[in-house]
DNA sequence: GTTCATAGGGATGGTGCCATCCCCCTCAAA
DNA sequence: TTTGAGGGGGATGGCACCATCCCTATGAAC
């Protein structure tokens, strides 16, 4: 069982990641810290196998990139064996070389970083691979999430709302079944779910 | 059924928000957009009851309080009968103030924001008080995640292990019996249930 | 010697989601 | 006219989690 650290202080984003970390590792424990003294203690408590690291820290001047290298510095250094990932808002190249020089394992900028995002990062970082991911904008269309539909209901009519002109809405079925490794059929059954709660409380978005 | 738009580059970030929102709000209908383009597009679209807006958007730079005013401006102008609100991990009382002045309802720092904050704000929000939260970071201890509990049961476990020495178990059944509205019994049988799986596991972390 | 917190469970009913298989109907294209 | 995409469902079994109630046993405190 593998045990991981976050440090990060904007508590949604720990949540986050703490959550997307619980996915990719399956059996684990996973420690969140909100400041840098508590990212120490936590350290100086326990070994890590993981250390997922947002140098943007309360008490650090963010505009600093030496206050920032510092961090990732200490940090690296109190848990030499773990792999170490930097994950940051504001990410740039010379800081990328700088953390990969300290043997940061991956570096990454949180926007364009979806879920799932950081298993891919994990499976690359297992095969020794340094993972270099700047942050982008990249986003094609807007998400759009509706109460009262489950998970299955709320992705499928995602995928339906961005499905591009001349696309068969059975293509987007197989879509969502290879995503989610279930028949097609499986997918279209919740998107007829899905519709008939949207039709029932009168909020059919366009793209039906 | 209430319609929000989450605008937040950060793709982690914006689920987390796009998440307390909805567990706010209830039926609702939320869009989520990464970038100004889109969440002008969607403010073209579409009406929208509250507006989240995290003014540090690619394209503007970060460190001018100018730009990020406008954005905020332009977004507030666009959707004038929807209650804003203005959430960034640079938060400071300058912003607050001229935001509050441009007609938005609450302006937060990221840091020190838990899950269920948001909706506390709303509820101050639907008072007609200015909901007004500055950056802090509060956190007293790190938090832990185990895969393989059941929320109740990490919940239970988390709280049991931040217990201050002299408090019984009893009363921390009962804390979480409050917190989620349900028997102070039941609590205790996640936490019996929680600490046999742990032990199972051989990773039973002090606090037992 | 009784009370109370604690340890360590068993059993239960309910609910929601997942995944699948099935049915019927319509309409257009080949 | 047969085939295939689509609309509109019903029924089912399995599973995980929730919430509750029940039981035994230990050990310290009063």
Redo the contacts with the bound molecule.
């Keep these: 069982m593998r045990r991981a650290l976050v440090i990060e202080d904007q508590d949604l984003m720990r949540q986050a990641l703490i959550v997307e970390l619980k996915d990719s590792l399956g059996d684990c424990i996973i420690a969140g810290a909100q400041t840098y003294a508590l990212a120490q203690s936590a350290l100086a408590d326990e070994m890590f196998d993981v250390v997922l690291i947002d140098p943007g820290l309360p008490g650090f001047d963010p505009t600093s990139s030496d206050q920032r290298l510092r961090v990732v510095e200490a940090i690296v250094r109190a848990a030499p064996s773990a792999v170490h990932i930097v994950i940051t808002g504001s990410d740039n190249d010379k800081e990328a070389a700088a953390c990969r020089e300290l043997g940061v394992a991956a570096y990454l900028g949180k926007t364009g970083l979806p879920r799932g995002g950081l298993g891919k990062v994990l499976e690359q970082v297992a095969r020794d691979e340094f993972s270099l991911r700047y942050s982008s904008a990249n986003a094609q269309a807007t998400e759009v999430h509706i109460s009262?539909?489950?998970?299955?209901?709320s992705r499928i009519t995602e995928l339906m709302m961005q499905r591009r002109p001349g696309e068969?809405?059975?293509?987007?079925?197989v879509k969502m079944?290879e995503e989610?490794?279930?028949?097609p059929?499986?997918a279209?059954?919740?998107?007829?779910?899905a519709?008939?709660k949207l039709?029932k409380y009168g909020r059919l978005p366009r793209g039906?």
Tied chains: 1, 2.
């Design positions: 009262g539909l489950t998970p299955r209901e068969r809405r059975k293509d987007v079925f079944a989610l490794r279930i028949e059929n499986s279209e059954r919740y998107f007829k779910q519709r008939a039709l039906l």
